[in-house]
């Protein structure tokens, strides 16, 4: 009974979750979606104070962990500081130990040497008289109660030392238990300070993501007021350039020397957001639809110099980029034509392993995406990228801007 009761759960419990995801996900997506997707002005214009105030919060945060840095920092040091306070301390005991041992010898024979003396007065000997300075039977008592003091004396000071020795030594045990305690807090506080790094890498990223958003998006409100859209007007209304019936190819000749999606670079796998074309560095780039430059990214670490350009083709709103550029010709807001140079081709002295800003390139070539809609973020324009059509795989080659592959 119990068992099918289990059974009835688990499966209840499941379809639950089943539910979830088909209803949930989705929403959640949704909802990712309109929050990256600007249709407006004013919504651009909304876009870009939320990105100012990422970038504000990432700058914020990471003040604040930097001072819990130094203030780590500030504790290890206090650390180390104790633990050779520590450390002269156990010294400091040891030849405390060392002297106190040395005067225990001398007691020990002082005092054995006075038993000795106390014992042949107490013994019945012929000589004592003789051997004992004295010069009367009563000094010679006088003589002999002394001689008991001071061996009385000096076993209370034997027990007094020896008692010493063991406070030092245990003084000697504490102290290293403090030392441990001191050397465990200073690896948390290392620990910490590794996440508190790691916690700023991320701040770091927050802060240039938002930075480069910052600026696309300022980028795209130029262009939306130079095509004469007003604050609540669809974008896609006011933006539409001149319908394009196909998209062309950037250059007249080339090779595809890496496609879109998946692939592996040394050892290392990795989504490809477009597709690599082969060439010689300082090639004319040309614009491969009629549209607007959305944006322009001057020098990123990853990508070097970028053109988006959105455009319309057969009705559909796409956005069409640009890297790795040597130069840029064009600038924000410009309507261009299939006939447009937008700049030239780069990748080679732009590449970091040369010289350059470029960490994203290796070699000379042209990368090109297309995404599906106009530009208005980068959440939105990564989350609708698309193979750029009408190119062959990779490998292949094509010798006219006109050539087209399926």
């Known amino acids: 009974m119990i068992k099918k009761i289990m059974n009835y759960w688990l499966r209840w419990t499941l379809a639950v979750l089943m539910i979830s995801c088909i209803i949930l996900e989705p929403m959640a997506a949704t909802a990712a979606s309109k929050a990256e997707d600007a249709k407006t002005l004013a919504e651009l214009r909304k876009m870009l104070k939320e990105q100012q105030a990422k970038k504000n919060k990432a700058e914020s945060d990471k003040k604040q ?17 104790q633990i050779e306070e520590s450390e002269a301390k156990i010294a400091d005991a040891k030849d405390n130990i060392t002297a106190t041992q040395e005067k225990i010898k001398e007691l020990e024979k002082q005092t054995e040497e006075v038993i000795q ?4 007065m107490n013994g019945e000997n012929i000589y004592l008289e003789f051997i004992s300075s004295a010069q009367s039977m009563t000094e010679l008592i006088m003589n002999m109660d002394a001689i008991e003091q001071i061996a009385k004396t000096n076993q209370e000071q034997l027990t007094s030392l020896e ?14 238990n403090y030392e441990k305690e001191l050397e465990q807090n200073i690896k948390d506080l290392e620990n910490k300070i590794d996440k508190y790094n790691s916690s700023i890498q991320i701040f770091d990223d927050d802060r ?8 696309n998006i300022k980028n795209a409100i130029t262009a939306a007021e130079q095509m004469g859209c007003k604050e609540n007007e669809l974008l896609s209304q006011c933006m539409v350039g001149a319908n394009n019936k196909t998209f062309l190819k950037p250059v007249a000749k080339g090779r595809i020397t890496s496609d879109f999606g998946y ?3 040394n050892g290392k796998p990795s989504n490809h957001s477009g597709i690599d074309i082969g060439l010689a560095e300082g090639t004319s780039v040309y614009s491969m639809v009629n549209g607007t430059v959305a944006t322009i990214t001057k020098k990123a670490s990853c990508g ?18 640009y890297l790795h550029l040597l130069r840029i010709d064009v600038q924000v807001g410009q309507q261009v034509t299939t006939q447009t140079i937008l700049g030239k081709s780069g990748g080679g002295s732009t590449a970091k392993k040369n010289g350059g800003y470029d960490e994203c390139t290796t070699g000379a070539h042209l990368h090109v995406s297309v995404s599906k809609g106009f530009y208005t973020s980068d959440a939105k324009y990564r ?3 698309m193979r750029p059509p009408g190119f062959p795989k990779k490998g292949g080659w094509f010798y006219s801007r006109t050539q087209w592959f399926d």
């Open 65 to 81: 962990t930097e001072a819990q840095i130094n203030s780590s920092k500030n504790e290890i040091n206090n650390s180390h500081n």
């Open 117 to 120: 003396y106390y014992q042949l």
């Open 163 to 176: 008692t010493l020795i063991k406070s030092l030594e245990q003084k000697q045990v504490d102290l290293k």
């Open 208 to 215: 240039a993501s938002a930075e480069e958003e910052i600026e």
């Open 263 to 265: 692939r592996v670079i």
């Open 304 to 321: 070097g110099n970028k053109v988006y350009v959105n455009a319309v083709v057969n009705g559909k709103e796409y956005v069409v980029v």
């Open 383 to 385: 989350a609708n990228l």
